[in-house]
């Protein structure tokens, strides 16, 4: 038990010394990010690369997170204060990753969708016509030449007309009990055959 509670703070621990984010983290753009200077600072083609990302629809994801100024104090513990910039993506699905850019964490905040329960983006569903609540079927009977043509069958060269919709109310079937059996779905072979066996 004490080995497993270590776990969990250890992996708490990280989160929140590497600035509240985690590779593999989904992030949502904060409200009004544009305004922060960091983010002013970034060329053109970052901004319109994040303006593309937004408009997909899909999920944004960390796949990298980096020290703000790792190779001029590489090792000093000071550089671990938090101070990071965030390697994003956009999650294609299936493993597939683009749009990578690198921005401050500032502009983003974490999305928690434990556990593992990520809701599949609306742009990423293909409308296909599927009727999830049921529906009255309605018989269209607006061409009067098909509707015949359906409702009347030849039978030996004679149109006889038959039924094409289904009942709305349930229907007694008749029925007749076989002679010895307690049940009409018993078969009189099954009577033959007990009677033969004994």
Do not use: W
Not at 90 to 115: A, K, M, Q, W
């Amino acid at each position: 038990m004490s080995k497993t509670f270590l776990q969990l703070c250890e992996s708490n621990i990280a989160r929140f010394t590497r600035g509240g984010f985690l590779v593999g983290d989904f992030l949502k753009f904060v409200d009004g990010f544009e305004s922060h200077d960091p983010y002013k600072a970034m060329g053109q083609n970052v901004h319109d690369m994040i303006k593309d990302m937004i408009s997909t629809g899909l999920h944004v994801r960390v796949v990298g997170i980096n020290d703000v100024a790792p190779s001029r104090y590489p090792g000093n513990p000071e550089t671990m204060n938090g101070d990071v910039v965030l390697n994003i993506a956009l999650d294609n699905g299936g493993g597939r990753y683009t749009h990578y850019c690198t921005i401050p964490t500032c502009c983003v905040e974490p999305v928690d969708y434990y556990p593992n329960l990520a809701p599949m983006p609306d742009s990423a569903i293909r409308p296909n016509g599927t009727i999830i609540k049921p529906e009255e079927f309605v018989t269209n009977t607006d061409n009067k030449t098909a509707v015949d043509q359906t409702l009347h069958a030849d039978q030996d060269g004679v149109k006889k007309k038959v039924e094409i919709t289904l009942p709305t109310k349930n229907v007694k079937i008749p029925s007749e009990t076989v002679k010895g059996a307690k049940s009409p779905a018993v078969d009189s072979y099954t009577i033959k055959y007990m009677k033969e066996a004994n």
